[in-house]
Every structure is written in C-alpha cells, then in structure tokens.
Nanobody, 127 residues
C-alpha cells in the first residue's frame, strides 16, 4: 500500500526554521520524482519544490529559492524540506507528493504530474 506521511510542521516565528519530513512506504523513493506543495487558506495549491529521480536535479519556486532545500535519504525512503528564513506568507498546509506514474524522471512543479499525496502538515509563521 502506497503511503506518504508528512511531519515536522508547527508554529514558528518569522525568520525561523523548520524541517519537514515525508516518509514514503509501499514504493521505492529513489525511482520517482517527489514534490512539496503548499496550500494557504483561500488559495490554490502551489508547487514549492521538487526533486527529480533522473539526474538529482531540483526545482524551487521563486518565492522560496535560496531559503528552502529539498533532500532525499533513500535508505530511509524519506524526503525532507529544510525551510529557513520563514515568512508569514509561508503559512500553509504543506503536502508531499510522488510521481508514481514515471520512473527516472525530471520533476516539474505541476499538481497533475503527481498521483500520490500525503495528508499534509500545518506550518504557521507568526510572531
């Protein structure tokens, strides 16, 4: 059974850091592109970052570039999102997702590319 479980969310002050984790089960993470998305209240879900399984490349949205880092621990079948210098506009539910339809692929930050989703973890950036 394919499952993605996010953890690590919480309340953090502006300028602070959090590390989100996404533990995968039921498939081998190494073979698939993985993405992190977020959805703020009243807004559409947007792509934040993704990690390719083909060449190790990563994507970051302009709003998080230079502050967020995506990484994989294939031995633990887990993907991380290190978030530094957090801003109040980063308040959202963060989701990880896997592109199980393709292997050894280059990731793109599009919702329709990803077919397996976690339940999300809340991140609140507030003083």
């Amino acid at each position: 059974q394919v499952q993605l479980v996010e953890s690590g969310g919480g309340l953090v002050q502006p300028g602070g850091s959090l590390r989100l984790s996404c533990e995968a089960s039921g498939f081998t993470l190494d073979f698939h592109a993985i993405g992190w998305f977020r959805q703020a209240p009243g807004k559409e879900r947007e792509g934040v970052s993704c990690s390719s399984s083909s060449d190790g490349s990563s994507y970051y949205s302009n709003s998080v570039k230079g502050r967020f880092t995506i990484s994989r621990d294939n031995a633990k079948n887990t993907v991380y999102l290190q978030m530094n210098s957090l801003k109040p506009e980063g308040t959202a539910v963060y989701f990880c997702a896997a592109d199980l339809g393709r292997t050894n692929s280059t990731c793109r930050p599009y919702l329709n590319d990803f077919d397996s989703w976690g339940q999300g973890t809340q991140v609140t950036v507030s003083s």
